[in-house]
């Protein structure tokens, strides 16, 4: 059974009682929340991914609740628990999804130390998985949500585990994460699917989820062997480039980019530099998504 199987009604009960047993492929998560916005945000992002047993092994148990006393009539705050224990700062209740969201990214990140874990998006075609190691504001999600509207199979746009038993990459295809000027960017350029509401005044700026496409929920446990390593930048009123970047360089950003490099030492380095060795590697300047998407296209044609 399916997330979008159940009615708003059956989620929000779901939610307020034993939790939703939501399978994000490689983990399942437990989420409880007392919270409209988480109810109906979840439903509509996560339509598509099924729901495990209550008896299955969980990996993360995860709580969304509002603050208790007086506040929560007048202005409210809501607080994110990791298996049962209060973390981070209380946020407004209208960043209440935001929250989950980023928690649920925390708990992957702090947690699943069996990947080495990069922050990146990661997408595939014709079984070439091309990795975008990047900091915040480079425009890597906003290239993600383009090229996933346009064929390409979504794994993430934040979290990339790489199995360094298999060399392989793996993601949870969960909702993308738009900010700013790139969430009218991505409506216009993708006007059929879905999104939550429009947060503004985080932490991160102005931001909305994008609903995941079907086909890459369904194919969420298929890994993929990373063939390309690229630097993306959105740079405003520029031709489109591609540059070579230098291997070395790009072993320095994927450990930069790493949220876990340090917990795993010299295996951490060794599985860096054999997949860059055995992959190709570029930085992309782009100011218009149909010229970045063919581009990329046509780069994982010649590979």
């Known amino acids: 059974m399916k997330l979008g199987d159940l009615d708003q009604g059956e ?36 339509s598509d991914f099924p729901l495990a047993d ?8 995860v709580r969304v609740s509002y603050e208790p006393g007086i506040r ?20 407004p209740a ?3 999804f935001a929250m989950l969201e980023w928690g649920l990214n925390w708990c992957v990140a702090a947690h699943a130390h069996q990947y080495l874990i990069v922050h990146a998006a990661v997408v595939e075609r014709n079984g070439r998985a091309f990795v975008f190691p990047a900091p915040p504001g480079s425009g890597k999600s906003t290239l993600c949500a383009a090229l996933v509207n346009r064929g390409w199979r979504l794994l993430s746009d934040e ?7 298999t060399s392989t990459v793996l ?20 006007p059929d699917v879905r999104f939550t509401s429009v947060v503004p005044d985080t932490t ?23 063939c390309c390593f690229i630097l993306p930048k959105y740079s405003p009123e520029t031709d489109i480039r591609l540059d070579p970047y230098s291997k070395a360089r790009t072993c320095m950003l994927l450990a930069e ?9 010299l295996r951490g380095f060794e599985t860096f530099s054999s997949l860059v060795a055995a992959a190709k590697c570029f930085s992309l300047t782009y100011s218009r998504l149909d010229d970045a998407v063919s581009l990329l296209n046509d780069l994982s044609e010649n590979l």
Not at 54 to 61: P, V
Not at 159 to 165: A, F, N, V, W
Request: charged letters at 20%; proline letters at 7%; zero cysteines.
């Open 11 to 46: 989620v929000g009960a779901m939610l307020m009682a034993d939790g939703v047993y939501l399978r994000m492929s490689p983990f399942v998560a437990r989420i409880q929340s007392d919270i409209p916005v988480i109810r109906d945000s979840l439903r509509e992002m996560y």
């Open 54 to 61: 209550a008896q299955s092994f969980t990996d993360f148990q």
């Open 72 to 91: 929560k009539w007048i202005s409210p705050l809501v607080r994110f628990y990791f298996d049962g224990r209060p973390s981070f700062t209380p946020l």
């Open 94 to 96: 209208h960043q209440a």
């Open 159 to 165: 979290l990339g585990l790489i199995d360094m038993e």
């Open 171 to 190: 993601g949870m295809a969960r909702a993308v994460n738009l900010k700013n000027n790139s969430i009218e960017i991505i409506k216009r350029y993708a």
């Open 204 to 226: 991160k700026g102005t931001i909305a989820l994008m609903q995941p496409p079907t086909e890459s929920v369904l194919r969420a446990g298929e890994p993929g062997r990373p």
């Open 257 to 265: 980019q790493s949220f876990n490099y340090h917990v795993h030492g």
